[in-house]
């Protein structure tokens, strides 16, 4: 059998093999570019303006302040959060609303929420125990639906002022 010979290799195969190699690096990058998780905190609490009450539930608008810390902007199709007061779970809620929110940049987000009359009810038994509860520590996670990034999950937590929030501020 009668081995085959190759000429030298041309100087353009080794530079093709580079190139290529380097737009696959760049496009594994661009395709995996890590999203910091937005920073979500509840702005305000509000009566909802619509909707239908069920016997045990009612309904609030949570206002949640969507701060963006990356450079790019985050468009989002939807949300999910669910609310915890006193360490006890007070509601959820979903929206589908869209929206973009800019890079660097912030929004803020209206998500209706069913509340429990029996966790109302519950917490209205603290105080009637002697608890005093100017200010009620809560707890809130969820999620911000992205169509470009996926689920961005986030998780927040801080301090109510009941007065503030009886009040409508």
Do not use: H, W
Request: aromatic residues 4%; glycine residues 10%; proline residues 7%.
């Amino acid at each position: 059998m009668k081995r085959r010979e190759y000429g030298p290799i041309s100087p353009v195969v080794p530079s093709l093999i580079l190139l290529t190699a380097a737009a696959v690096a760049l496009a594994g990058c661009a395709i995996f570019k890590r999203t910091n998780p937005p920073q979500v905190t509840l702005a305000g609490i509000e009566p909802a303006a619509s909707g239908t009450s069920e016997d045990l539930e009612s309904r609030m608008q949570l206002r949640l302040r969507v701060q963006n810390p990356n450079d790019a902007p985050i468009e989002y199709d939807g949300i999910y959060v669910e609310l915890d007061v006193q360490n006890k779970s007070l509601g959820s809620g979903v929206s589908k609303q869209s929206g973009t929110v800019p890079a660097f940049g912030e929004a803020v987000i209206g998500v209706p929420v069913e509340v429990s009359y029996l966790g109302i009810a519950g917490e209205a038994m603290s105080l009637l125990t002697g608890k005093s509860l100017d200010k009620v520590t809560y707890k809130m996670r969820g999620k911000l639906n992205s169509p470009t990034s996926g689920a961005l999950p986030f998780e927040s937590q801080g301090e109510l002022n009941l007065a503030d929030v009886m009040t409508g501020k």
